[in-house]
């Protein structure tokens, strides 16, 4: 099993900055990608960028240039730096892990607990 456990949420105004964490835990092989998603009350959850093992990054047209993805392969864990926030950047954001826990395992999905991210105007 893989647990993802993410911290960093809480509230800013627009255009401050915010740095989300996601440590994963467990049997974690290394070849994953990892990434955040969102998710506001009434729509569905949209991914917001993603990482690969080998650092390979992709982002939402709406993040591009103003949130940075990275990780830790030693540390297993995900960062997710957000600046020039918006009000409609507020949302519950979740760790995700595409995963697998042996090397021969198929790779899974994997969510964290998700954390709230208030911008204020």
């Known amino acids: 099993q893989v647990q993802l456990v993410e911290s960093g949420g809480g509230l800013v105004q627009t255009g401050g900055s915010l740095r989300l964490s996601c440590a994963a835990s467990?049997?974690?092989?290394?070849?994953?990608?990892m990434g955040w998603y969102r998710q506001v009350p009434g729509k569905q959850r949209e991914l917001v960028t993603t990482i690969n093992s080998v650092g390979v990054t992709a982002y939402a047209d709406s993040v591009k240039g103003r949130f940075t993805i990275s990780r830790d392969n030693a540390k297993n864990t995900v960062s997710l730096q957000m600046t020039s926030l918006k009000p409609e950047d507020a949302a519950v954001y979740y760790c995700?892990?595409?995963?697998?826990?042996?090397?021969?395992?198929?790779?899974?999905?994997?969510w964290g607990q998700g954390t709230q991210v208030t911008v204020s105007s």
């Open positions: 995700h892990a595409l995963a697998r826990t042996t090397p021969f395992a198929p790779r899974l999905d994997y």
């Open positions: 467990g049997s974690i092989f290394r070849d994953n990608t």
